[in-house]
């Protein structure tokens, strides 16, 4: 049998992963379409070149933000559902957008400049990026129902 | 002697000889000086981005009061009071140039105004300029300012960092070069005017941060110093009418690692003349033309923040063939860098507690 704690660090090791990934790449079309819009041409190697080069330049400093929002999101989530007994599959979503959410804005209010991620400047790239999260916390509910099954 | 490392674009090495200078600290305790000007009596005056002018007198003491009659300006994190320049006639009309953020942080840009000095404080002051739109943020606003020789005046414009696109847009001044008449006019050959959709200030587009700007009236060329983000600040010589491409071209990345743009140059925009990766952060700059160290005639000198440095350009035919890292023993950021009538160097470092410092030769 895993041990208790086993299972929840697995599924948080994975809701970094797909976190970070998926925003990593999300925030990459997002540059990439300001740059588009401006009437540059991207061509799919260059997309896929830019998108590979921020895995490697953006994901860790990234993913160091996921992880310090989603170690304060998933648990809190797990103690909050004695009050809020919200199936987990939408709870455990839920709580890591609300918590990168918060992450992006004590950053933007730290940093010295006024956002710090460029994709999160419009609404639609911020709801895009906590999509990601979202993700995240879906794989972190399923990690958690199949220990529970 | 000292030797830089390999990563610079532009062709640096460096074994010159070190210039024997000294360097002396004129004045101490200046919250975040950013510009001086020198008067004609030998005094300076000295902006504080707090929003104060201060006056060095002619025996280099920093007089108490700051100068009277400043406007009010926005100060918070780079906005605040930026350039003096004094206007070419000073001597007879008293008239100085001032750069500064107006606004508040949610509606803010960069103004420039003109008021008439008589050694004591400032009155009949008016606003030239004010670049729009006003934006949120108190990031990236340019306000270095040179004279050109046919009496007009190019004010350097910064993109409010959120904006970045916008400094491809020549329907606003967002990253940008604007020239205006001493007066505060359009004049009427600025190389946008026929365009109807662009604003008639306009001298050159697609910049970021322009914090560094001289006229070499030797070669008749204007240069400039932009903040890249991660890397790709940029040395530039300025063609009326240009683009330089930001943000659509750079060499550097964004300050969390992602790429901005995929192109680092692209064939419709001007490439810069040298670019700094890793980045220096380069503030004030000047040319060298002076009796008291013959071995700098002719180069440029960059300050640099984070650099913590003046960089010295060695130029041939306008190409920059060295490079030469000073006065990194001060351990300052260093804001501002001029040439004093006396033909030493004046440097600014910011801090909180910021020093006017004066190089002079060693002997």
């Known amino acids: 049998m895993m041990a208790r704690w086993k299972t929840p660090l697995l599924g948080f090791v994975l809701a970094l992963l797909v976190t970070t990934l998926s925003g990593s790449l999300i925030q990459t079309q997002f540059n990439l379409a300001a740059i588009a819009a401006l009437g540059a041409e991207i061509s799919l190697t260059t997309r896929l070149g830019t998108s590979a080069q921020d895995l490697l330049g953006f994901a860790p400093l990234y993913a160091a933000m996921v992880a310090v929002a989603l170690a304060v999101a998933l648990p809190l989530a797990t103690l909050g559902w004695r009050w809020l007994p919200l199936p987990p599959g939408l709870l455990y979503p839920l709580a890591a957008a609300l918590g990168l959410w918060l992450a992006f804005t004590i950053a933007d209010a730290l940093a010295p400049m006024p956002t710090l991620i460029a994709a999160t400047r419009s609404l639609s790239g911020t709801l895009a990026m906590l999509g990601g999260a979202a993700l995240g916390g879906l794989v972190y509910a399923c990690c958690r129902a199949g220990r529970t099954s | ?363």
């Open chain 2, 1 to 363: 002697m000292k030797r830089l490392g390999p990563w610079l674009a532009a062709p640096l090495l460096v074994g010159l000889a070190h210039a024997d200078y000294r360097l002396e600290t004129v004045v101490e305790g200046l919250e975040h000086p950013w510009s001086l000007a020198f008067l004609p009596d030998g005094g300076m005056l000295v902006t504080e981005r707090p929003g104060r002018l201060r006056l060095v007198d002619t025996d280099g003491e920093l007089r108490e009061a700051p100068v009277a009659g400043v406007p009010e300006v926005f100060a918070e994190a780079q906005a605040g009071l930026f350039e003096v320049m004094l206007a070419p006639d000073f001597a007879d009309s008293g008239l100085l140039y001032l750069s500064y953020a107006y606004g508040d942080l949610s509606a803010n840009n960069t103004c420039l105004g003109r008021a008439r000095f008589n050694g004591e404080g400032l009155s009949a002051g008016e606003v030239l300029f004010c670049a729009s739109p006003a934006k949120r943020g108190a990031s990236h606003y340019g306000g270095r300012m040179a004279l050109l020789p046919d009496e007009t005046l190019v004010l350097t414009l910064g993109d409010g960092f959120d904006y970045r696109e916008q400094a491809q847009n020549a329907g606003n001044h967002l990253g940008s070069l604007v020239r205006l008449t001493l007066d505060g006019r359009v004049p009427d050959d600025n190389p946008f005017l026929g365009d109807g959709s662009a604003r008639p200030e306009l001298y050159s587009i697609g910049h970021r941060n322009v914090q560094g700007i001289v006229y070499d009236d030797e070669r008749d060329e204007l240069l400039i110093n932009e903040h890249g983000p991660r890397g790709g600040d940029e040395l530039n010589r300025i063609q009326p009418g240009a683009n330089y491409g930001w943000p659509l071209t750079s060499h550097g990345v964004d300050y969390t690692g992602a790429r901005i743009t995929p192109f680092r140059e692209l064939p419709a925009f001007t490439p810069p003349l040298l670019h700094w990766t890793p980045s220096i952060a380069p503030s004030g700059m000047a040319l060298y033309r002076g009796d008291a160290f013959p071995d700098w005639q002719g180069d440029l000198f960059v300050s640099a923040l984070a650099g913590q440095q003046v960089r010295r350009l060695i130029r041939e035919e306008g190409r920059v063939v060295e490079q030469q890292a000073l006065f990194e023993e001060l351990g300052a950021r260093i804001r501002d860098v001029r040439v004093g009538p006396d033909g030493y160097l004046y440097l600014l470092t910011d801090h909180a507690e910021g020093a006017l410092v004066r190089v002079v030769p060693e002997e």
